[in-house]
């Protein structure tokens, strides 16, 4: 069992920087792929970014490329989001997950891959 706590969300103007923390206890941090997703309201649940256990390979959708980093702090166990340039269509519950998987592929971590464990999400809102 992973439990996972985001925190780091807020009201924030456009242009902004944010940085999301996800804090994870119960087992070994580092046997677990970590994922970040966002929810929009009246949205479904979208794959933002991914890294892998030992944080050499990450993932991003697309239309963040260069404006997110995805991180891990394995001695922390922690993971991080930066989030930079916010803009008000990265309003959304961000939530962190972890699947045991050693594997470093899209498939394995990517927006398919199923994740075990879930965070209750951090809220993040950008007025424009």
């Known amino acids: 069992q992973v439990q996972l706590v985001e925190s780091g969300g807020g009201l924030v103007q456009a242009g902004a920087s944010l940085r999301l923390s996800c804090a994870a206890s119960?087992?070994?941090?580092?046997?677990?792929?970590m994922g970040w997703f966002r929810q929009a309201p009246g949205k479904e649940r979208e794959f933002v970014a991914a890294i892998s256990w030992h944080g050499s390979t990450t993932y991003y959708l697309d239309s963040v490329k260069g404006r997110f980093t995805i991180s891990r702090d394995n001695a922390k166990n922690t993971v991080y989001l930066q989030i930079n340039s916010l803009k008000p269509e990265d309003t959304a519950v961000y939530y962190c997950?972890?699947?045991?998987?050693?594997?470093?592929?899209?498939?394995?971590?990517?927006?398919?891959?199923?994740?075990?464990?879930w965070g209750q999400g951090t809220r993040v809102t950008v007025s424009s």
């Open positions: 997950a972890a699947r045991r998987v050693f594997s470093t592929t899209w498939s394995a971590i990517g927006p398919d891959a199923r994740y075990d464990y």
């Open positions: 119960g087992s070994i941090f580092s046997n677990y792929a």
